[in-house]
């Protein structure tokens, strides 16, 4: 297997990949479809106001229902049109081009730490095999003490749930919480996704629900 972000490389094979996922989201909340499931049990889990990290945000859906819904919202992603997108469909939310592996938010000015960071859409399927443990950690790093990191992805796309949860493991993280929805159906081994709900290691509990 070539070590490569899967992203990269389709877009490098199909340069107007990013276009057309863009106006595939934009066409499915014209329909009225339901995009914002993830977001949804982000909200339920923050305080208002809460300062939310939207990881691999893509053209913004995720974070902008979080945005509108009161919290103070950074997102992410490698590919700049979809940075773009999020910009032009979802103004309000601080969005950045950066790498997930790398990621050094106090470098580019942001200090403050955050008290959720989701990573949706399958985000960690597309990351080389080989950065998937320091994208967990360095999204670990971007958390408060009592912050909590969600992570879903499809179990068949190549990474396996044991996996995951040992790179979470490495990285300082426990799972709180293991789902098979973002509606909270529970997770079975064999559930088709995956929603983990991941705490650093040393954090304790603040007793506020």
Known sequence: MTDENEWL????????HSSWYIERFRSMAAAGDDLAGEAR???????RGA????????????????????HDVVGVDIDPQLIAAAEE????PTWLVDDLATLDLPARGIHEGFDAVVCAGNVMTFLAPSTT???????????RADGRLVVGFGTNRGYPVERFLADAHEAGLTAELLLSTWSLRPYRPDADFVVAILAPEDARPTGDG
């Open 9 to 16: 490389r389709i877009i490098r094979d199909d340069p107007d």
């Open 41 to 47: 049990l982000i909200d339920a889990m923050v305080p």
């Open 89 to 92: 469909d979802h103004p309000g």
């Open 51 to 70: 300062r939310i990290l939207d990881a691999g945000c893509g053209p913004g859906r995720v974070g902008g229902f979080l945005s509108e819904a009161g």
């Open 133 to 143: 443990g320091a994208v967990l950690d360095r999204l670990r790093h971007h958390l």
